[in-house]
């Protein structure tokens, strides 16, 4: 069955406003979480990524929060701007399984001006 | 950044013929991946090489499927012989340890008629 979900397929945010992307999985020994960023016809680019021994991690306008009791992670993007629109990929996989990542379906978040 | 380079971009074949995907990854990296993804569903993960051999394979990992990089050139999917269902966008992927970033290509989209 699939083991990473984003129940979401699209989101539209208002530029400025806070975007968030969630994502919830199914496989206990997940510890690696990561959100990837992708354009039409291009390829998908790591935006951040969180290891299971912290719940929260920052990187500018990103901030990835990580509920390991509810198998759920998500993205926050604050002051979202239109160049933020695209498909965002959630992923997560085994540390020591060599990076098989399991991948959600995506989710395509528009941020309009 | 760097840059995974994937040719062609868009292939065309007729059933039962013999397909090779071709991946230039990153210079330095030692894992290589193959994903696929059929319209509309998820990447999923096919196949992990490295030091010369298949680390692990999933169950679309068909029996007509092989992977090899002779000589540290390309990287390369080949199947033989094709089928409907090999229709799908296939990304390849090389990181430098294994579970820290992956850098993909975009995608070989290949069509089986």
């Known amino acids: 069955g699939q083991q990473v979900k984003q129940s979401s397929p699209s989101l539209t945010v208002q530029e400025g406003g806070i975007s968030i992307l969630n994502c919830d999985y199914e496989n206990d020994m997940f510890d690696y979480f990561a959100w990837y960023k992708k354009y039409p016809d291009n390829s998908p680019t790591l935006l951040i990524s969180v290891r299971s021994n912290v719940d929260k991690r920052e990187d500018g306008r990103l901030t990835v929060f990580l509920n390991k009791s509810g198998k759920h992670f998500s993205l926050h993007i604050t002051a979202s701007q239109p160049e933020d629109t695209a498909v965002y990929l959630c992923a997560a996989g085994a540390l020591g399984t060599g990076s098989k990542l399991s991948f959600g379906k995506g989710a395509k978040l528009t941020v309009s001006p | 950044g760097p840059k995974v380079l994937q040719i062609p971009s868009h292939q065309i074949i007729d059933m039962g013929q013999m397909v090779t995907l071709n991946c230039d990854p990153v210079?330095?990296?030692?894992?290589f991946y193959w994903y696929k993804q059929i319209l509309g569903q998820q990447m999923e993960f096919l196949v992990n090489?490295?030091?010369?051999?298949?680390?692990?394979k999933s169950k679309l990992f068909k029996d007509q499927f092989s992977v090899e990089r002779p000589d540290g050139s390309y990287f390369t999917l080949k199947i033989q012989p094709t089928a409907l269902e090999d229709s799908a966008v296939y990304f390849c992927?090389?990181?430098?340890?294994?579970?820290?970033?992956?850098?993909f290509g975009a995608g070989t989209r290949l069509s089986v008629l």
């Open positions: 090489f490295y030091n010369g051999k298949v680390m692990e």
């Open positions: 992927a090389s990181s430098m340890t294994g579970l820290d970033t992956l850098y």
């Open positions: 210079s330095n990296h030692l894992y």
